[in-house]
């Protein structure tokens, strides 16, 4: 099973966006995505809905529990 941090930063790099851009998204610092990313921190419940929004997935998938990033609008999200 992949890690939160492997599979945000695999998000990340797959849709060609850098951390800030990223962070912006969340409302937080760089810096502290990049500790997200690196799995220093621990990434609050709070973001996992933008993040799975932002990248067309469901939440299973970025905590590692699905293999297959099934899409949100499927579920009306």
Do not use: C
């Amino acid at each position: 099973m992949k890690h939160l941090a492997d599979i945000m930063k695999g998000l990340r790099e797959d849709a060609d966006l850098d951390q800030t851009e990223v962070a912006k998204h969340l409302g937080i610092s760089q810096q502290t995505y990049s500790n997200y990313e690196r799995g220093r921190y621990e990434l609050p419940i709070r973001h996992l809905l933008p993040l799975a929004q932002l990248y067309h997935v469901n939440i299973e998938y970025l905590l590692g529990a699905a293999e297959h990033k099934t899409a949100l609008e499927q579920f009306g999200w």
